[in-house]
């Protein structure tokens, strides 16, 4: 079999595997599955990206009080498989939420698989030794480039020292399912992939997601920090060559990548789950898909105070679960369009209908 | 960070697994014939001309090989499940979830004891 062939025919299953899926997704349209329910804890933080998407200002914003969110996790067991379902904590930074390990041990004994993303900051042996308690199977911590460029991203002298010993305290505890760290890269940290992904080959952690910067949250204000096409490829081709050299480096969720680089920086295909997998209760009770969407009218499908969560993921989500490709003229006319149905929902432009970041052009090109 | 132990980006894995197969089917001497000397198995593009035939013409046991690993390795490649189709890395995978159910054995080689 010569090299080109086994080029064509890798192309090939890639091709026929995303035609499979494309059939799937329409299934899941008429028959979502929760397999992720988010919980914004709190909008408090103890930091200051300038990426957040949840534009948390250290405002004394808590999530529900916790006998709604227990009433919410008994209503979700009651009506959904929750053997499938895994319950993700987010903020903010979660561990400031006031009630969260009370919560967290009620949701553990309702049989919930549970995660977690935090800046690490606070997780110090004992609050490990508690998160483990608490049946916390995985957590994603933020680092974002080395530690002066992490401080300064975080507004926070001393919060990349901090994030690496809550990374140490939980690895020295150990026991957990997964621990992973995540990186947001952006045009000024890019240079120092390398030396990061060194920093990370020393640590015991389980996996690293590196992931560019999103033109969405507080990171709008911040156009020169964008990814610029070079810093994409030179991107996406590190995550290759890790994962051709066997090391658990992973891009995200987002983004059709193109034939050349689907499943090859990350483990599966491109399929956007808001609203057909996903769903997020907001720290005022407003219901959503993925909490990096903008948070506008047609998006919120409703709040916990006035529905159940279960009829509200239900009888509503409609916006998610049909293509966003159908609402924009390039996108329904685009090649693509089978694989990527309009991309992700988290970056499409609600007011002018259309897909703020498409990788056509600079990951590949159609005919 | 450890290894994950197999290539993760899914072309080189469906290289390895293509060489492995290559490899497998080399060393078993009665169907295929032993490799001929000096040539390495892990040059992809002349494997199907590793394969020295003994009964055969060569240019027949070369089709069969060949046809044979394209067929093995696309029917175990093609067993793509889209409900397993997950973005398991940020919260990890559910407890129950089994990578190697989601896994292809041809793309991550054959069993260790294959000789
Ligand atoms: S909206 Fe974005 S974050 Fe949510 S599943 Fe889609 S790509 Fe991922
Ligand atoms: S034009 Fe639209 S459908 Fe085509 S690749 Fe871009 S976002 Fe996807």
Known sequence: ?367 | MKKAGRKLAFGAAVVTAALNLTACNNRNAAVYGPPESGKPETDLSTEAESVKPEAESGTQTEQRVETELITETEAALTEFDPDDNLNNDVYGPPEDFEMKNNMIPAVYGPPEDMQ
């Open chain 1, 1 to 367: 079999m010569r090299k080109d062939s086994m080029e064509d025919s890798i192309r090939q299953f890639k091709a026929q595997h995303m035609d499979q899926l494309k059939e799937y997704r329409e299934q899941l349209f008429h028959a979502p599955q929760l397999r992720q329910l988010f919980f914004e804890l709190t909008l408090r933080c103890n930091e200051q990206c300038f990426h957040c998407g949840s534009r948390c200002t250290g405002r004394e914003i808590d999530g529900l009080p916790m006998e709604k969110y227990q009433e919410i996790l008994d209503e979700v067991k009651e009506n959904f498989d929750i053997s499938r379902v895994q319950l993700c904590v987010t903020g903010g930074e979660p561990l400031l939420y006031g009630d969260f390990f009370a919560l967290m041990n009620y949701a553990h004994k309702l049989g919930y698989r549970w995660g977690m993303t935090s800046n690490g900051t606070l997780i110090t042996r004992e609050v490990a030794h508690q998160l483990r308690e608490a049946g916390m199977g995985t957590i994603s911590i933020s680092i974002d480039g080395l530690e002066e460029t992490h401080d300064r991203f975080r507004n926070r002298k001393g919060a990349w020292r901090k994030a690496m010993e809550g990374i140490q305290n939980l690895i020295d505890e150990g026991g957990f399912h997964a621990i992973q760290v995540t990186s947001v890269m952006n045009h000024e940290n890019i240079s120092e992939l390398e030396e990061m992904y060194e920093m990370f080959l020393d640590m015991d952690i389980d996996s690293w997601r590196v992931i560019g910067l999103e033109p969405i949250g507080r990171a709008l204000e911040y156009p020169e920090r964008m990814l610029t096409k070079e810093d994409q490829l030179r991107l996406f081709s590190f995550i290759k060559e890790k994962r051709e050299d066997e090391m658990p480096v992973t891009y995200g969720c987002s983004h059709y990548l193109g034939l050349d680089w689907e499943r090859e920086v990350r483990d599966w295909y491109f399929l956007c789950n808001a609203g057909i997998y996903v769903a997020s209760i907001m720290a005022n009770g407003d219901v959503g898909a993925c909490l990096d969407i903008e948070r506008r009218e047609e998006t919120i499908q409703g709040n916990v105070y006035e529905d159940r969560f279960t009829d509200i993921w239900n009888d509503r989500f409609q916006i998610f679960r049909s293509r966003l490709s159908r609402r924009n003229a390039s996108c329904k006319m685009c090649p693509a369009e089978k694989w990527c149905s309009g991309g992700a929902f988290h970056s499409w432009d609600y007011d002018k209908n259309e897909q703020m970041i498409c990788m056509k052009d600079i990951l590949f090109s159609v005919t």
